[in-house]
């Protein structure tokens, strides 16, 4: 979604189906690798598991859930989510407006509001 903002292109849509298998992928590494604990490698929470959540966490701003089909990955973010709260939902605030102002859209429809807010 920055990348319009930085570069003054346009979103390149053609692409999204292979930045979702790259994700998909990079998704069950990412459990497979990593989630042997609770958390990333250790039953404790860390800074990579918050860095990593909130990274995870903005993809939902453009109405793409990371977490479908991976039930491991689902927990783990609701582990960590849960263990910072109510510090995460207050940093998370100008990502939550993102998100309900992008509800109701297909990610296709939101990279076209995001071309348009950013033209």
């Not at 958390?39 to 909130?54: E, G, L, Q, T």
């Not at 100008?94 to 296709?108: D, T």
């Amino acid at each position: 979604m920055l990348e319009p903002l930085i570069t003054g292109n346009k979103v390149n849509k053609e692409a999204l189906p292979q930045a979702h298998d790259e994700l998909e992928k990079m998704v069950t590494r990412f459990e497979s690798y990593y989630l042997k604990n609770n958390f990333i490698n250790s039953n404790c929470i860390s800074i990579a598991d918050i860095m990593a959540v909130c990274e995870f966490s903005h993809l939902k701003s453009i109405c793409h859930d990371v977490t479908e089909g991976h039930p491991k990955f689902a927990a783990w973010i609701k582990a960590v989510t849960d263990a910072l709260q109510p510090h995460y939902d207050e940093a998370m605030v100008r990502i939550y407006k993102i998100q309900r102002a992008f509800e109701g859209h297909s990610e296709r429809e939101n990279f076209n509001l995001v071309d348009e807010l950013y033209a």
